[in-house]
């Protein structure tokens, strides 16, 4: 119940904060300073309709099934009122309309609301909310109403750009993540048969975790380049000290602890009778390992290529400091050009990516789950 108050009276405060700050900004071009844009009182009084009546029916815990979808709605109200904005203050480029601190705020008190479903009964119902949040703001976006955000002007002017470095991110990531299973499992294998060796490891791959990505990014740049000196048949295939070859070497790297840990304990965690049985049962310890031991101990193992995966998706854009590509590339071009709209266009996609990815291994161990659990 405290819980459900507090996110109440946040909800509440995010909508008085949301008054106060400015809705969004009215700026001519990608670098020049913008104009802060308030709603008119009809945008407003819609705004504060659309959360107030949350607010209302939640403080009177009334309407159980329709609190979620007003919710949803109260999410969807500001990202309308930003097309609106954008058609009146940004009809063309380079002109563009970005949002506010009050329009966060506004969506933070939406999110809140949404949340304190949860709490409050109504799980069901809050996944028809927030599909509601989603399709709406899809709808728009595909409809081309907010064509004059900042960061839509930059993707329309970099779209050829944009699709490369999109593959250029997913490339590196899922090779990144295939190296790291084929590698991370096997180590966590090892250390948990053979403890002295166990301990190896987990220094090996604790240690790395210990360097920061653009310091082990920068270790790796040397060694290579020396390699593929050497080597000049490396050179041709691709392989230096810049590109793709030290990125992809160090997110694998910065992948296997959360493989190797996860590996390991869901091993470990093996109910002794079951292992009994199986040695009861005549099989040998491969067969043990392969269809008893990780079949079971799987649900954990995923849990850990889960963690990695959304680990090795944000890592990849420091990638783009040694010429590797992918979102990072607009992001480090935005901070050397002080273009906040470009370096949008790098951090939402990484965002969303990592989101997307967190979420499709959630439904792939909840399936696995389901399904074992039927069995």
């Known amino acids: 119940m405290e819980r459900e108050r ?123 909310g927030t599909a509601l949040a989603l399709l709406g703001m899809v709808a728009l976006l595909l409809s081309g109403a907010l064509d004059g955000l900042g960061v839509m002007r930059e993707f329309a002017t970099r779209r050829r750009v944009f699709l490369q470095e999109t593959a250029a991110h997913l490339s590196l990531s899922g090779a990144g993540i295939l190296i790291a299973t084929l590698a991370g499992i096997p180590l966590g294998i090892l250390a948990h048969k053979n403890k002295k060796a166990g301990g190896v490891v987990f220094s090996f791959t604790g240690g790395i975790q210990t360097i920061p990505s653009l310091a082990l990014f920068g270790l790796l740049i040397a060694p290579l380049a020396a390699l593929s000196e050497a080597v000049p048949v490396l050179r041709d295939v691709g392989i230096s000290g810049l590109g793709n070859t030290p990125a992809l070497i160090a997110l694998s790297l910065y992948a296997l602890l959360p493989i190797v840990r996860t590996t390991a304990a869901g091993l470990s965690l093996l109910e002794k009778g079951l292992l009994e049985a199986a040695r009861g049962m005549g099989l040998s310890p491969l067969q043990r390992l392969f269809w008893v031991e990780i079949p079971v101990s799987l649900p954990v193992i995923l849990a850990g290529l889960r963690t990695a995966s959304v680990q090795v998706v944000g890592t990849t854009t420091v990638a783009a400091l040694i010429g590797a590509g992918g979102f990072g590339r607009f992001i480090f071009q935005g901070l050397g050009q002080s273009a906040y709209d470009l370096i949008a266009l790098g951090v939402l996609p990484t965002v969303l990516l990592s989101l997307g990815v967190d979420r499709a291994w959630a439904l792939v161990i909840t399936c696995f789950k389901e399904r074992t659990s039927r069995v």
Request: a positive charge; charged letters at 15%.
């Open 6 to 128: 507090i996110l109440l009276m946040g909800g509440g405060a995010a909508t008085c904060l949301g008054l106060l700050l400015p809705f969004a900004w009215a700026v001519p071009n990608r670098v020049a300073p913008g104009v802060p844009v308030r709603l008119d009182p009809l945008s407003t009084l819609v705004l504060l309709g659309s959360l107030g009546v949350v607010l209302l029916l939640e403080w009177k815990e009334r309407a159980p099934r329709l609190r979620p979808l007003l919710a949803g709605l109260s999410i969807l109200v500001p990202w309308i009122l930003l097309a609106v904005l954008a058609r009146l203050h940004a009809p063309s480029p380079p002109a563009r309309i970005n949002p506010g601190t009050g329009f966060f705020a506004y969506e933070a008190a939406g999110i809140v609301l949404l949340a304190r479903a949860r709490y409050s009964g109504a799980l069901q119902t809050r996944k028809w």
